[in-house]
């Protein structure tokens, strides 16, 4: 059975309804996704948040708790609007013979939408997005994996290719969440499929000190670590940001004992998660300025917007809209006023004097770019980027076995 003949009917069981993992092309070899740089090359991480809803209440969430427990959810047929529209827009384009969209389900907890919603939505999307009008498509899931059950795993062993993501925080979420956490990712290795974890830095980590971290994950099977920083947004501004987010110079140090804590442990023949930002930083390098902006990606909100962060007030992060796609074309939103100056604001690096001038500048982790804070490191971690460039070829030398790009 083909993907495009596959139906979803709720008599069948979830078996039934299931794609096979062979029934997956990979991403063409040459297809080089660090240099499609942006949507309109061709290339689309379609940050997909149409439900905002999640049980929990983490202190770095930039949700708040109105948004979390009761925000609408963008119906089924909605989403299969906004994905026509995107699909529009790509028939317009004749030039473009591939095009890959990476569907990104991140939220809220994209699990608590339910595995109805999940299916009816995969499925409109891969009839949307066939191979024949030359797209390649692929879905990654983040989930704080608490109130998922089993059937998830299945979900994320066909839809996700085998591999899900999932947030590790350490004990920020408390230790009854660090208890489930844990037990449901050795239930998932153990079943064969890939996790990858992603991280804020925050001080329960700090406490428990990088090269602890590493350990756990390793002891964990995780394939891929990621580690951000931690942001100051609308709901953590207070005595939570306060409480927990350390400085830039302390993530710097941090990501640099557990990058050489990596090395030891790969130089020891042991299997070692791969490092997020290592890659990103290295794979970048010597890339053109377009490879460090977020010209690739936007979130759609539940209402039809698409977004992405942005900061006012120096650093304090909210999303900045550039139009909705239930009322406009997905042209109309990608040429708006507002992501045009989104994009020149990246382009010109918010016009931080030491950013301009800085040679990092193309490969730092400046995700979205902003002012850094004086008196501490900036927000690309130049330390950090100093430390793996300095150490870049005996960093590389054991990376032989794991793909350096993001
Ligand atoms: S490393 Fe820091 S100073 Fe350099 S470009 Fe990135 S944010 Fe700016």
Request: hydrophobic share 35%; with cysteine.
């Amino acid at each position: 059975m083909s993907k495009s003949e596959l139906k979803f009917s709720r008599k069948k069981t979830i078996g039934q309804i299931l794609p096979e993992q062979s029934d997956y092309k990979d991403i063409p070899a040459d297809f080089d996704q660090n240099m499609q740089l942006s949507i309109e090359n061709g290339f689309f991480v379609f940050t997909m948040m149409p439900s905002l809803r999640c049980s929990l209440n983490c202190p770095h969430c930039y949700l708040s708790l109105e948004q979390r427990r009761n925000s609408p959810i963008m119906s089924v047929d909605q989403l299969e609007i906004a994905c026509k529209k995107v699909d529009e827009y790509y028939s317009g384009k004749t030039h473009l013979k591939r095009k890959v969209i990476v569907f990104y389900w991140y939220g809220g907890e994209p699990t608590d939408m339910g595995l109805d919603y999940m299916l009816d939505a995969f499925n409109r999307i891969e009839k949307i997005f066939t191979e024949e009008k030359g797209y390649y498509v692929r879905h990654d899931i983040l989930t704080s994996l608490i109130k998922i059950d089993e059937a998830w795993f299945d979900i994320f062993r066909t839809w996700g290719r085998g591999h899900f993501q999932t947030s590790f925080d350490g004990l920020m979420r408390g230790k009854g969440y660090m208890r489930l956490w844990d037990k449901r990712v050795r239930e998932a290795t153990a079943k064969g499929l890939s996790v990858s974890t992603i991280s804020v830095v925050n001080n329960e980590l700090m406490e428990d000190g990088p090269e602890a971290v590493l350990d756990y994950l390793c002891e964990l099977e995780v394939d891929e670590a990621s580690f951000l920083p931690f942001m100051l947004n609308e709901q953590n501004v207070g005595n939570k940001y306060e409480k927990y987010a350390p400085p830039m110079s302390g993530y710097s140090d941090f990501m640099i004992k557990l990058n050489t804590h990596w090395y030891k442990l790969k130089s020891e023949g042991k299997k070692v998660p791969y490092i997020g930002q290592m890659s990103y930083v290295i794979s970048r390098k010597g890339m053109p300025p377009a490879a460090n902006i977020p010209g690739q990606t936007m979130f759609l909100l539940p209402e039809g917007d698409f977004v992405l962060p942005d900061y006012r007030d120096g650093y304090l992060e909210y999303m900045k809209p550039f139009g909705n796609i239930l009322e406009q074309t997905f042209e109309e939103i990608l040429t708006s006023k507002s992501r045009k100056e989104y994009i020149r604001k990246q382009w010109t690096r918010n016009r931080n004097t030491e950013c301009v001038t800085c040679t990092h500048k193309n490969n730092c982790i400046m995700e979205f770019w902003k002012p850094n804070r004086e008196g501490d490191d900036c927000f690309g971690a130049k330390k950090y980027v100093d430390w793996l460039i300095n150490n870049e070829s005996k960093l590389n030398s054991l990376s032989h076995d794991q793909p350096l790009m993001f």
